[in-house]
């Protein structure tokens, strides 16, 4: 067997071979320009200004508020539009405008004042995140389309999560030396092409579904109905389908520990483990292999064990070795354990994508993937602010003793936050359905209202191998 055939299982088909190796140089075309823009505020822009921070955090905030403000009307549009033309069309619209900031890019930063340059800079994230916030749901929708085993949708989410870990251990070290070597206005230029790359890589797929959807009669102008009506009727859908809300709840519960984390663990290591601060790149480094293994294995164990149970365990087992890793006084094994720890945690949230995906009929996949995502990104970014407010505030003096153990602010955080994961799998255990399928989506009505099923569908694949 050649090294082609067998590589075909792991990346599903031809068609999804071509979006996926289109994602993946975007990816890191994405992981490149965010890395540079970045450097660049702080260390040209903004060098020994006290303004400095406030400035790169604008950056963040641009990209926050395209996801917050953007996506959730974005997937009433991507739900009425072709999916294929609205991909195509937003890696035009990132293309140019990255190009266009590029050609601007070759006037000297001190001909031209620093509010000029952010007020650029951010408009540029602000748009080319609020295009993503189109492309997202769409790929999401023709995924869902051309790739329809349960294994193969996990398979599918696995390599996504994958490619985008790999593409931000990929992306920064390259950012810097572009940056630093060639100048800003070439590390833009690579950001350009790759979405060129993408552009043509959705161009040649043979987009057509697996399996057709079944034809519906013309609607007559009269009878479409209004932005509003579409966007609330999601709304409604979502909210009364007590699947999509309870994962929807699972996966906010899981950015618990992320979200402390991503806050916390750089003091974790300086105050807990008594390392110096220059190891902390270590930790991340070993978050983003433990990803791309998870992502990479999720297909094969949610093809044994199914996607309820992988959901389950894994959320049982992330939040164990949370708290485990609270406790931890050394640097080596702290390492080894957060590795372990985001394995499960990748793996959960890969299983999640087929469980969405089932439960969510075709014509609602945008508006679901837009609910979805923004609250999730809500949960997270909440998540690290109270983090953050507790160790510097609410328990910055918290100091007790238990069973012989010590606790301090840092450390309870996280052992709170692994036990609530803990009880998150517990609830997922009895809330998911007993198959390995979610429950048949509700069809659609007119104007967008859901009639229930009379009874949930059988499984389908109960008992997989």
Known sequence: MSALARLRPTLISPTYTRLWFGQAVSSVGDAVFSTTLVLWVATVLAEGKSWGPQAVSGVVLATSAAVMFVGPLAGVFVDRWDKRA????????????VAALTAVSFVPAEDL????????????????????????????SVIAELVTDEADRARAAGLAQ????????I??????PLLFTVGLQWALLFNALSYLVSYLAIRGADLTPVVPAAPKPPAKAAERPGLFQDFTAGLRFFGRNRFLVALLLLTVIGQLGTGALSTLNVFFVTRNLHASAE????????????????????????????????????????????????????????????????????????????????ATPQEFRGRVVAVFYPVTRLAAMLTAVL???????????????????????IDTIFAVSGLLIVLAGVYARIALPAADTAPAPKTAGPAGDTAEPAEPAEPTLEGRP
Do not use: C, H, K
Request: hydrophobic letters at 55%; zero cysteines; glycine letters at 14%.
């Open 113 to 140: 004042p620093a509010g000029v340059w952010l007020g650029l800079v951010y408009a540029t994230v602000l748009v080319l995140n609020a295009a993503s916030q189109f492309f997202t749901p769409a790929r999401f």
């Open 171 to 176: 992306g920064p070290p390259l950012a810097a």
């Open 387 to 409: 983090s953050g407010w507790l160790a510097g505030s609410g328990l910055r003096d918290f100091s007790g003793s238990a069973a012989g153990l010590r606790f301090g602010p």
């Open 279 to 358: 190891v902390y790149g270590y930790l991340g480094m070993a978050m983003g292999i433990g990803g791309i293994a998870g992502a990479l294995a999720a297909g094969r164990v949610v093809q044994w064990i199914g996607a309820r149970r992988t959901t389950w365990i894994g959320l049982m087992a992330s939040g164990a070795l949370l708290v485990l890793y609270s406790r931890q006084t050394g640097f080596p094994a702290a390492l080894t354990l957060l590795f372990v720890f985001i394995v499960p945690i990748t793996m959960l949230n890969t299983a999640m994508a087929p469980l969405l995906l089932a």
């Open 162 to 169: 994958a490619t985008g870990q790999t593409a931000w251990i």
């Open 86 to 97: 609205t991909m195509l069309g937003t890696e035009v619209l990132r293309g140019l405008l």
